[in-house]
């Protein structure tokens, strides 16, 4: 089940990135599964999340945290009363990891699988963006930078405006992405990019979307073994 969100990604990328790139990455891990003998079908994406850190910006939709919880909470449940063994959640917005995780403990016995440890899939696109790419983490950013960009213009290339494409905050992702929970985006960058897209490629785009998707496989092919 692909999570996303509705909110602002810059002056250059659609509202509905995260959704794009969490139902992307659910289908090509469950065609991969699929071809490793698990017979496994795709949710329709959840298209909002809680967003409270960019309400400010026009478009932005958020929805109140134990909203999100709940929400998971009966689509699990539906899912796991008797159609399916188990559900996997995958998310394209960090914002959603809490509930996955709150939503997994609680549906621990009907195994609910939560790939929800942001750190680390952030971790894994930047060790793309240093040894394939040789860019820097700083430079590469996190929300509507290099590495959103790139994956909008390998997915979705009509969707991205370049020309109005233009650098946000430049930093270590780990203290910007603290500051950007804590503070909102507004005070950590005000065009709301974090990251420097202006060189953002389609080709980079298709190396972080294999690193995303052989991250989330592997979370779940452990879980499934387990």
Not at 205 to 214: E, I, K, P, Q
């Amino acid at each position: 089940m692909p999570l996303g969100a509705t909110e602002q990604h810059g002056p250059h990328l659609p509202l509905d990135v995260d959704s794009t790139i969490a139902a992307a990455v659910a289908a090509a891990v469950a065609e991969r599964l699929g071809a490793a003998g698990h017979d496994c079908v795709v949710a329709p994406v959840l298209p909002f999340g809680d967003s409270a850190h960019h309400a400010v910006y026009a478009g932005s939709v958020s929805l109140r945290r134990n909203v999100v919880v709940d929400l998971l909470h009966d689509i699990c449940e539906s899912f796991l009363i008797k159609t399916f063994a188990w559900v996997a959640l995958v998310t394209g917005h960090a914002g959603n990891c809490w509930a996955m995780r709150d939503v997994a403990a609680h549906h621990a016995r009907q195994k609910v699988i939560s790939v929800d440890d942001w750190p680390a899939m952030r971790t894994a696109i930047h060790n793309v963006a240093r040894d394939v790419l040789g860019l820097d983490a700083d430079y590469v950013g996190t929300h509507a930078g290099h590495f959103e960009t790139s994956i909008m213009l390998h997915l979705r290339p009509e969707s991205v405006r370049m020309n109005r494409a233009v650098a946000g905050a430049i930093g270590d992702p780990n203290l910007l992405g603290t500051r950007l929970r804590d503070e909102g985006m507004k005070k950590v960058s005000p065009n709301g990019v974090i990251g420097d897209p202006t060189k953002a490629t389609a080709e980079a785009g298709s190396h972080y979307l294999a690193a995303l998707v052989t991250y989330n496989e592997t979370i779940i092919r452990s879980r499934l073994a387990s």
